[in-house]
C-alpha cells in the first residue's frame, strides 16, 4: 500500500477512527463515508502499519505485528496535522 495524503495546511475536516470487533462492517462503513463525505479519506490502519512497518512487536500466535500507536500517531501527523 502507497500511503498518499496530501499535507493539510489547516483542519477543515474530523478525523474519524472507527474501531470494533471483526467482520462488523468498519471497513465498509469507513469506505463508504470516504466516498460520500467530501475531503475525507480512507485509511485502513492495519495496512498502513504493515506496508510502512509501523510496528515494534510481532504477535506469533496469530502472526500479525503489534502496532506502536505512537508509530502511528506520529506517521499520521506528518499528514493530517495533529
Request: proline share 6%; net charge negative.
Amino acid at each position: 500500500m502507497d500511503f498518499e495524503a496530501p499535507i493539510m495546511p489547516k483542519r477543515d475536516i474530523p478525523n474519524i477512527l472507527i474501531t470494533g470487533t471483526p467482520g462488523v462492517g468498519k471497513t465498509t462503513t469507513a469506505k463508504l463515508l470516504s466516498e460520500y463525505v467530501e475531503g475525507l479519506k480512507f485509511v485502513n490502519t492495519g495496512e498502513l502499519v504493515n506496508s510502512e512497518k509501523l510496528y515494534k512487536d510481532w504477535d506469533d500466535k496469530f502472526n500479525v505485528p503489534i502496532f506502536d500507536d505512537d508509530l502511528v500517531v506520529d506517521f499520521l501527523g506528518k499528514f493530517f496535522n495533529f
